[in-house]
């Protein structure tokens, strides 16, 4: 069974940090690329930040530019999303994603290009 797995959600207060954890088993997910997306109540999803199959390059939305840091982690199939200097902006529920074709040259932004979703874990950033 494919599935991935999220945790490290929680309650927080602004300018504090969170470190988010992915986990997935059921496919060779070193030949995916995978992401972050959030979604807010009332907000469509959206892309956060991705790490391409190859584990050699990260990108990032514009909105947490400098202040998320995603990567993969020793053991295998997984990957982390740290997050400091949180703001209150930043609360949602945060989703981990493993892309749908295998090794592409550049991640995609679009939740739509992802098959495999986590149940998502909520992230509260107070003021």
């Known amino acids: 069974q494919v599935q991935v797995v999220e945790s490290g959600g929680g309650l927080v207060q602004a300018g504090g940090s969170l470190r988010l954890t992915c986990a997935a088993s059921?496919?060779?997910?070193?030949?995916?690329?995978m992401a972050w997306f959030r979604q807010a109540p009332g907000n469509e999803r959206e892309f956060v930040a991705a790490?391409?199959?190859?584990?050699?390059?990260?990108y990032y939305a514009d909105s947490i530019q400098g202040r998320f840091t995603m990567s993969r982690g020793n053991v295998k199939d997984t990957v982390y999303l740290q997050m400091n200097s949180l703001k209150p902006e930043d609360t949602a529920v945060y989703y981990c994603a493993t892309e749908t074709s295998r090794q592409r040259n550049k991640p995609s932004r679009a939740p739509e290009d992802y098959d495999v979703w986590g149940q998502g874990t909520q992230v509260t950033v107070s003021s």
């Open positions: 059921g496919r060779t997910f070193s030949s995916y690329a």
């Open positions: 790490i391409k199959w190859s584990g050699t390059t990260t």
